[in-house]
């Protein structure tokens, strides 16, 4: 039973364009969500995250989205960079006393193209 | 310069043999993580430590065994029982106490049995 899911396994965007990842979750429970980049051979590097009492969050190109009601988040790239082309995993956490731990989707591997 | 150290980045194994996967980390986090990451997948949990002496299994336990006897460390052993222990080790580690949940990671280790 996967609580957190990246429908779609690539993405390919030009160069200077908007980049769009989706992520859905299932667990109402959720109420901590962190996207995560990662070039191949390497250890995830921790991008963005959103607490669930906030629909939005920017850090300078990145932007994540939070639509609770449709238990689904994004995570927006603008403008796309080649240097961005890596697998990218939202990850989701609930509060609990088994500490934090995260929920991983399985990543959509996105390319820019120059 | 703080962060996370794996070692090996590349580890070949004989069948039925085990082999030890290093973590350390001088981040000062209490709680540390081991993931395991096969083609196209997400991040599974294997295990996890909250404090030094103590350690939880994730989702993916079986065949592997952990121990946390320093705050620093969480090695993590592939036993011959696990099946296809073929795949990329990632450890991560995050603070314990209060939000966010971020986890940061290792390099990760790429084990390849022959």
């Known amino acids: 039973d996967q609580q957190v899911k990246q429908n779609s396994p690539s993405l390919s965007v030009q160069e200077g364009r908007i980049s769009i990842l989706n992520c859905d979750y299932t667990?109402?429970?959720?109420?901590?969500f962190l996207w995560y980049k990662k070039y191949p051979a390497e250890g995830p590097t921790f991008l963005i995250s959103?607490?669930?009492?906030?629909d939005k969050n920017e850090d300078g190109r990145f932007t994540v989205f939070l639509n609770k009601s449709a238990k689904h988040l994004s995570l927006h790239i603008v403008p796309s960079q080649p240097g961005d082309s890596a697998v990218y995993f939202c990850?989701?956490?609930?509060?609990?006393?088994?500490?934090?731990?995260?929920?991983f989707g399985g990543g959509t591997r996105l390319m820019v193209k120059p | 310069d703080g962060g996370i150290t794996q070692s090996p980045k590349y580890l070949f194994r004989k069948e039925g043999q085990n082999v030890t996967l290093s973590c350390e980390q001088n981040l000062n986090h209490d709680a540390m993580y081991w993931y395991r990451q096969d083609p196209g997948q997400g991040l599974r949990l294997i295990y996890y430590s909250q404090i030094v002496n103590d350690f939880q299994k994730g989702d993916i336990a079986e065949g592997y065994s952990v121990s946390r006897e320093k705050k620093e460390s969480f090695p993590l052993t592939v036993t011959s029982a696990q099946k296809n222990p073929t795949a990329f080790y990632l450890c991560a580690s995050s603070i314990l106490a209060g939000r966010p949940d971020t986890q940061y990671f290792g390099p990760g280790t790429r084990l390849t049995v022959l």
């Open positions: 667990n109402s429970m959720f109420d901590y």
């Open positions: 990850a989701a956490s609930q509060n609990r006393n088994a500490g934090n731990m995260l929920t």
């Open positions: 959103i607490s669930s009492i906030k």
